[in-house]
């Protein structure tokens, strides 16, 4: 957690330099803080993997689900973190508010769904192999991002207004769609064979993604967002940090839609 914290800064730090300068030739006209929640649906992936003791397999059109832990919510109300959540920081960039620059990160979870059959290509245990085989943690695998997919990265986000209050003052409903694209930084759950590894937060991949959805504004600043996203995941490397067992490799990518939906703040400069 204290590499991905560091992280988490270094790039808040430097999004935050770089709009102060823009601040400085009176480019940003605002900002604003959101806090929400989310669930997921996965396309099925080709996992790649490549261990330290020699094997090297492929499980084809694996399954997976998310793990939203909402009930934590009210189960655990301090420890906010435990769902899978969402913060953005954004910066507006005209004075009309309709365009923006937000940093994103989601902490989604990625669970590879025990007891599916799964075609398996490759080496094991010095034999060539290509069967189906079920997916177990104790005979077999487990394969996991529940301490976070965490796919960070850059929006560009629009805005239009749909409603106005009664004074033509201020918006109530904003519809808005967003593009971006950044880096993973999972910490990667991995049981083979009954033995389970413990990997490190590091930077592993890259995601693209779109999302549109709607914007609620409760005042003139207190807003709630609603949106659906949808885009590509790739880990190059997920298990290259291994502190258990060095060498061992994983790679895959995957399709994803996910619904959000967020409380926010606007601060005006």
């Not at 991002?145 to 749909?162: A, M």
């Not at 910490?187 to 993604?209: C, E, I, Q």
């Amino acid at each position: 957690m204290k590499h991905i914290k560091k992280l988490l800064l270094s790039c808040i730090i430097l999004l935050a330099t770089s709009l102060a300068f823009a601040q400085k030739g009176k480019f940003l006209k605002g900002m604003y803080l959101q806090w929400g929640y989310n669930t997921e649906w996965y396309t099925k992936s080709n996992i790649h993997f490549k261990l330290s003791n020699g094997d090297n397999f492929i499980l084809h059109n694996a399954k997976a689900h998310d793990k939203p832990d909402i009930d934590a919510i009210y189960k655990a109300p301090k420890e906010i973190s435990i769902p899978q959540y969402n913060y953005r920081i954004g910066f507006y960039l005209n004075d009309a508010k309709t365009k923006s620059i937000e940093l994103n990160f989601d902490h989604i979870k990625y669970v590879v769904t025990d007891g599916q059959k799964v075609r398996v290509t490759g080496n094991i245990a010095g034999s060539q192999i290509d069967a189906d085989s079920i997916l177990d943690p104790q005979r077999f695998l487990h394969f996991e991002h529940t301490d976070g997919g965490n796919l960070l990265h850059i929006n560009y986000v629009q805005q239009k207004t749909l409603a106005m209050n009664a004074s033509k003052t201020r918006p109530l409903v904003n519809l808005i769609w967003k593009a971006g694209a950044g880096i993973n930084i999972p910490r990667t759950d991995f049981t083979y064979h009954g033995d389970r590894f413990n990997n490190d937060f590091h930077v592993a991949g890259y995601n693209l993604s779109g999302e549109a959805g709607a914007r609620f504004y409760v005042s003139k600043r207190l807003f709630f967002e609603g949106t659906a996203k949808t885009g590509y995941v790739r880990y190059i490397n997920a298990l290259v940090n291994t502190t258990t067992a060095k060498g061992n490799r994983a790679s895959h990518g995957f399709g994803y839609f996910e619904l959000i939906g967020l409380i926010g703040y606007d601060f005006k400069f």
